[in-house]
């Protein structure tokens, strides 16, 4: 803290100190300093008590409590006070105000003008005057003596209580800043006494653990938590408790939430545990993502040798068998030849999945409306099945677009689809579900009435090449859909329920903000095969495209309403895009305009619209596209 800032601290504190009210107003009537008695003694409120009030305010708020007694014309009285103070004389003056006590007031101008006045409370003083001039040939000697006695003690008391108000509102002051860091702090802190109950939280407990109570002090651990949640965290608690501090994670059974809780011992000896929670659900979904890559980089690793040469086996198996059935072969021995031939195909497309399995994968999370995507899926998933088949598509969620890659999720559905109805023998029902769980997880349940998983089954069916389809099953079907699954971060689980088999996939839930919500755009170049890929790739991020091959054309569709974005090539022919944006911008300047080009970015016509919107590079990259609109429609 520089050192003006410490001086001007202590002055402050010394003045709150002192028994007397005091003001400093300077040469033009404005408040310079002033102490806390001062505020309690004429009971100003904090405006008139802060540097820069001003004195006619102040006199005029004084009239108006009834300081002054009843006043018949409040204007002239403020009037008469003020043109007093501007021509200030040094005073003193005795006055009794209305609330019968009795004050002296004592001013003194400053050299560079304005003035210092202090004001003391002498009633006391004023009625042990009368006493003492009522009774004082009854007094003796011995009881004034008492009475200075006492009167000292009494001023040795009143500077003790100002010193202790003084300390009070320090200290509240400083309560207040911490309550306040706290509480603005992303975590949950809290502390629990030796019994286990809390006496202390920041209140945010709510934000972490959705369902939970805000304000949890005087409860139990476990009423605070949740019996489960308690359970599972008492061991740590405990041993936190006995000084051993621990930091722990856990997932929450209600929400799913991923949180780190750090326990640490209270060692002021009082006993108890102070707590440090944080949700770290987002970091652990990163996380599950990279194993699952550094998982598939292994995988690759280690099956790219293997597959060469077992791909080249075949080719020289497949070789070896054409040449077999070019020869005079006994009977029979063609069946033979046929069906090694079969072998080898299968080889080969299992060499295709682990190709698929191991391979570069990226996860492409963009905009998709859910509603369209199920739309979407339906046919593609009910051609696949027979008419013995009914297949449900249920739809609980309250975000109508969320952040996902929408080929990952449906080739995993459609992988889903395709194993329940191959375990329903053709036969049943199927029902695909999606809900909300706390706001952290989009949950995928798939649901068949079939007879459900075996135990070998429960225990293997995310294993590679496990399968319970014999030679008709490649065993990699659940296995990608585990690996797109924990790519995106979440979690596969499998069971049985009264009616058949589930399968529950648990994503991260992001949902589309204002600033990646499906837009309108219009799309302008001249060449055709440009303007295609982008259309796709604006597609591919949940957008909806109007397309213009000129600037005339443009200029017609951007009256269009609901239009959202122009995004325009620079050359256009006779008129230049830059060119185009400028008279688009002048009629619709609520529109969001970019250029895409493959001119350097030395080039003129290039650096005049840089100026003024986006420009990106050709070939355009789908994540330029999508990071461009958010970071413009968010500024």
Do not use: C
């Not at 003694?41 to 009239?63: C, K, Q």
């Not at 300390?167 to 860091?181: F, H, I, M, Q, Y």
């Amino acid at each position: 803290m520089p050192r003006e800032r410490i001086t001007e601290s202590f002055t402050r504190a010394g003045l709150n100190l002192i028994q007397q009210a005091l003001s400093i107003y300077d040469a033009d009537l404005r408040l310079a300093v002033s102490n806390r008695p001062f505020q309690e003694m004429f009971g100003l409120p904090e405006r008139l008590v802060s540097p820069g009030a001003g004195f006619e305010d102040t006199i005029r708020y004084l009239v108006e409590s009834g300081e002054y007694g009843a006043v018949d014309d409040v204007d002239d009285f403020v009037r008469t006070r003020v043109e007093q103070a501007r021509a200030f004389q040094p005073h003193y003056m005795e006055r009794t105000r209305a609330n019968g006590r009795t004050i002296s007031v004592e001013g003194s101008p400053l050299p560079d003008g304005g003035w210092v006045t202090v004001y003391t409370d002498i009633t006391p003083a004023k009625r042990q005057e009368a006493l003492l001039r009522a009774r004082s040939e009854e007094l003796s000697d011995q009881l004034l003596s008492h009475a200075e006695e006492l009167s000292r003690t009494n001023r040795q008391l009143e500077a003790t209580i100002a010193q202790l108000q003084e300390a009070k509102a320090a200290l509240g002051e400083l309560e207040a800043r911490t309550r306040t860091v706290t509480e603005m702090t992303p975590a949950h802190i809290a502390h629990v006494d030796a019994d286990g109950y809390y006496t202390f939280t920041n209140r945010r407990l709510s934000s972490l653990l959705p369902g939970r109570q805000s304000d949890i002090v005087g409860r139990s651990f476990a009423e605070a938590l949740g019996a489960d949640t308690a359970a599972m965290l008492q061991p740590k608690l405990a041993a936190a408790a006995d000084g051993t501090p621990t930091l722990t994670e856990f997932t929450d059974p209600s929400s799913g939430r991923r949180i780190r809780t750090a326990f640490t011992p209270d060692e002021r000896g009082e006993g108890g545990v102070y707590l440090l929670s944080t949700d770290v659900t987002q970091e652990t979904q990163a996380r599950a993502a990279l194993e699952q890559t550094h998982k598939r980089e292994m995988a690759a690793q280690l099956t790219s040798g293997l597959a060469h040469d077992f791909a080249n086996l075949l080719t020289i198996i497949l070789g070896l068998q054409t040449q077999l059935e070019k020869m005079p072969l006994p009977d029979g021995a063609k069946d033979l030849t046929a069906a090694t031939r079969l072998a080898v195909r299968r080889g080969g497309r299992l060499l295709d999945k682990i190709a698929d399995m191991t391979g570069a994968r990226e996860v492409r999370p963009a905009p998709v409306v859910i509603d369209d995507f199920l739309a979407s899926f339906e046919p593609l998933a009910r051609a696949t099945l027979p008419g013995s088949v009914t297949l449900d598509l249920q739809n609980a969620l309250s975000h109508k677009a969320l952040m996902l890659d929408a080929g990952s999720v449906q080739d995993g559905l459609l992988n889903l689809v395709l194993n329940a109805r191959d375990a329903m023998e053709g036969k049943g029902a199927i029902t695909v579900s999606l809900r909300d769980v706390k706001g952290t997880w989009l949950e995928i349940r798939v649901t068949d009435t079939g007879p459900g998983f075996s135990d070998a089954a429960l225990d293997s069916a995310l294993n590679p090449f496990f399968t319970t389809k014999g030679q008709d099953g490649s065993g990699l079907g659940l296995t990608m859909v585990y690996d797109l699954v924990k790519l995106a971060g979440g979690t596969v689980q499998i069971g049985n329920t009264e009616g058949g088999a589930q399968v529950l996939l648990r994503l991260p839930l992001r949902p589309v903000t204002d600033e990646t919500q499906p837009r309108l755009i219009l799309l302008v170049d001249d060449v055709d095969e440009i303007r295609t890929q982008v259309r796709e790739d604006l597609i591919g991020l949940g957008h909806r495209v109007l397309e213009a091959a000129s600037a005339e054309e443009a200029l017609a569709l951007a009256d269009l309403p609901g239009l959202d974005w122009v995004l325009s090539d620079i050359r256009l022919g006779a008129v230049d895009g830059v060119a185009l944006l400028t008279d688009i911008a002048a009629h619709h300047p609520h529109l969001h305009l970019a250029l895409m080009t493959s001119l350097p970015a030395s080039d003129p016509l290039r650096m005049t619209g840089a100026r003024r919107w986006p420009v990106l590079d050709k070939p355009v990259d789908p994540g330029a596209l999508h990071a461009l609109m958010t970071q413009e429609v968010a500024a």
